[in-house]
């Protein structure tokens, strides 16, 4: 149990969570499902297909949501189930969503309470595919998840990795707290549409460091929380991402985003740049050590040495990679992130003006906010002046008002 769930909704408004389970080896991940939203204070009711039952139980699903599980339109006919528990539902889950459930649904059909029910709803629905990466990239379920999209239903990418048995590729499930965090995101930002799909989008995440010697170095607090929200909202927007990650907080990684690792703000700066190249949105979230040592040692700085070198460590200026960007005019929309105390708004507003970007998200990091926390809130700078206010949130809903506004600055 992730303690992100405990925010579901910062208002703590219990919802009406149907968690509905098709018949795919994941089912056994929506028992963590059902415990995300439950402890999180929401009402479940989980919705089985009649195959899901062969991997997990009804007791189970029943002890884990204090609530019945039907699986037919035939169960409860008095209380006409198969159109209540749509109806009643704020927010449908469907995970694991096997391809012949998304193939149901797609083709309008009703053959079970889960269906049913999705036919009937008019929440967000949110599926979370599981199945091989055949099934994954047949036409047919290419075409079922297009038709899906297009009225609206949010299909989650799934991640790639280990699946049944020993292969591995595109169609494993994410994990319970990605699609808990994805499904809060949705209930609380209202709007989840492909609106990035063509686009491709660089973004830097966490820290750099710089090494000393063998042993130490100089780095810094950024856990990656931030930039890796904001390339799961590209991706789930329906862009192309590359994440450049320094040193981050063990996190998962956004599903179909290609990963390069790098630890100095140099490899950094390296790796923007070769990512840069075609890109149309680049966003600095990482934080940047803008020193490194002059030299680095190769054997370990002792203390009280007569040069005193560990005391006296010298440091030279790193490249401002954001800066670096703007200047040589890469024609992408490049947005900066800025860490600031004090004033942090009059900070920022200077910080733009000097970096050039089209955009700034501004922090107020004083007393240990922001840091490796699972919220934030802050200031958006428009290059003309403009100021938005981003209320506090998780990180992926802070991502998406960031991608809002960013998308507003697009070209078309
Ligand atoms: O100057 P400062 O580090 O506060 O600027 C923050 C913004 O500039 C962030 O977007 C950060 O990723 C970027 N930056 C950079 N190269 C540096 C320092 C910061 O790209 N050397």
Redo the contacts with the bound molecule.
Sequence with gaps: MSDQSAEMTPEHMPLNVVVGVAGGIAAYKACHLVREFTEAGHSVRVVPTPAALNFVGAATFEALSGNPVDTGVFAKVDKVQHVRVGKEADLIVIAPATADTIARIAAGRADDLLTATVLVATCPVVLAPAMHTEMWENPATRDNVATLRRRGVIVLEPAHGRLTGTDTGAGRMLEAEQIAEMARTVVKRGRFERSLEGKKVVI?AGGTQENIDPVRFIGNRSSGRQGFALADIAVHRGADVTIVAGATDELFTPPGANIVRVRS?RDM?QA?NDAAEGADIII???????YRPEEEATSKLKKGQADDSLSTVKLVE????????VDKHVPATI??????TDTPLEHGKA?LAR?G?DM?MVNDVSGGKVFGEKRNSGWLLAKDGGVEEIADGTKHEVAAGIWDAIEKLLPN
């Design positions: 830097s703000t700066e923007v600095m979230a990482a934080a940047v050590a803008d790193n490249p401002d990679i954001l800066k670096g960007l947005v900066g992130f800025a860490a600031e910080k970096k970007a700034l």
